[in-house]
C-alpha cells in the first residue's frame, strides 16, 4: 500500500516536472515577441527609390520593377505584422502592430499589389477608408489600359466610377 502511495506521488512528481519543463515560460514569450516585432518594423521600413534616380531618369521597366519588388516587401511586413498582433493578441505591441498592417497592405496596394485591396476591404474600415481603397483600386484597374489608348482608360474609370456610385450613395 505504502509502495502503490510513493509510485502515484513520483508519477505526479514527473508530469508536473515534464509539464513546467514543456511549458514555455512567459520571458520564452516575452523575447519571441520582441524579437519578432524588431523584424516586423525592420520589413516594414519602404526602401527609398536609388539615389542615382535623381540624375538619370529611370525607364519604365525600372520602376515597374522596384515598385513590384516594395510591393511584395512591404505585403509581407503586413503578413509578419499580422501573424505577431494574432500570436501575442497581448503585447503591448498588439495594436501596433494591427495598424502596421494596414499601413503596409495600403502601401501594397498603392505599389500595385494585386491582393492588398482584398485584405484591407477584408479589415474593419468606416466608408471613408473603403471609399478611398476602392476609388485607389478602379483608378489602378483604369491606367492599366493605357496601352489600349485614351478611351479605354476613360471608359474603365467611367465604369469604375458607376460601381462606386451604386456601392457609396
Same mark, same amino acid.
Given at each position: 500500500?505504502?509502495?502503490?502511495?510513493?509510485?502515484?506521488?513520483?508519477?505526479?512528481?514527473?508530469?508536473?516536472?515534464?509539464?513546467?519543463?514543456?511549458?514555455?515560460?512567459?520571458?520564452?514569450?516575452?523575447?519571441?515577441?520582441?524579437?519578432?516585432?524588431?523584424?516586423?518594423?525592420?520589413?516594414?521600413?519602404?526602401?527609398?527609390?536609388?539615389?542615382?534616380?535623381?540624375?538619370?531618369?529611370?525607364?519604365?521597366?525600372?520602376?515597374?520593377?522596384?515598385?513590384?519588388?516594395?510591393?511584395?516587401?512591404?505585403?509581407?511586413?503586413?503578413?509578419?505584422?499580422?501573424?505577431?498582433?494574432?500570436?501575442?493578441?497581448?503585447?503591448? #505591441? *498588439?495594436?501596433?502592430?494591427?495598424?502596421?498592417?494596414? !499601413?503596409?497592405?495600403?502601401? +501594397?496596394? $498603392?505599389? /500595385?499589389?494585386?491582393?492588398?485591396?482584398?485584405?484591407?476591404?477584408?479589415?474593419?474600415?468606416?466608408?471613408?477608408?473603403?471609399?478611398?481603397?476602392?476609388?485607389?483600386?478602379?483608378?489602378? #484597374? *483604369?491606367?492599366?489600359?493605357?496601352?489600349?489608348?485614351? !478611351?479605354?482608360?476613360?471608359? +474603365?474609370? $467611367?465604369? /469604375?466610377?458607376?460601381?462606386?456610385?451604386?456601392?457609396?450613395?
Amino acid at each position: 500500500m505504502m509502495k502503490k502511495k510513493y509510485i502515484t506521488l513520483l508519477a505526479v512528481c514527473i508530469s508536473t516536472l515534464t509539464v513546467s519543463l514543456l511549458s514555455p515560460t512567459p520571458s520564452l514569450f516575452a523575447d519571441e515577441a520582441d524579437t519578432l516585432w524588431e523584424k516586423v518594423q525592420e520589413a516594414s521600413q519602404v526602401r527609398p527609390y536609388p539615389s542615382e534616380w535623381q540624375t538619370e531618369r529611370p525607364t519604365q521597366e525600372q520602376v515597374a520593377a522596384f515598385q513590384k519588388e516594395n510591393a511584395q516587401m512591404v505585403f509581407k511586413a503586413a503578413e509578419m505584422a499580422r501573424d505577431f498582433a494574432s500570436k501575442f493578441p497581448d503585447h503591448a #505591441k *498588439a495594436e501596433d502592430a494591427k495598424g502596421t498592417e494596414k !499601413e503596409m497592405l495600403r502601401a +501594397a496596394l $498603392e505599389f /500595385g499589389h494585386d491582393q492588398a485591396a482584398e485584405k484591407l476591404l477584408a479589415m474593419s474600415l468606416d466608408d471613408k477608408e473603403r471609399f478611398e481603397i476602392r476609388s485607389m483600386v478602379i483608378q489602378q #484597374k *483604369a491606367m492599366s489600359k493605357q496601352a489600349e489608348g485614351r !478611351e479605354a482608360v476613360m471608359l +474603365a474609370f $467611367e465604369s /469604375g466610377v458607376r460601381e462606386l456610385a451604386k456601392e457609396f450613395p
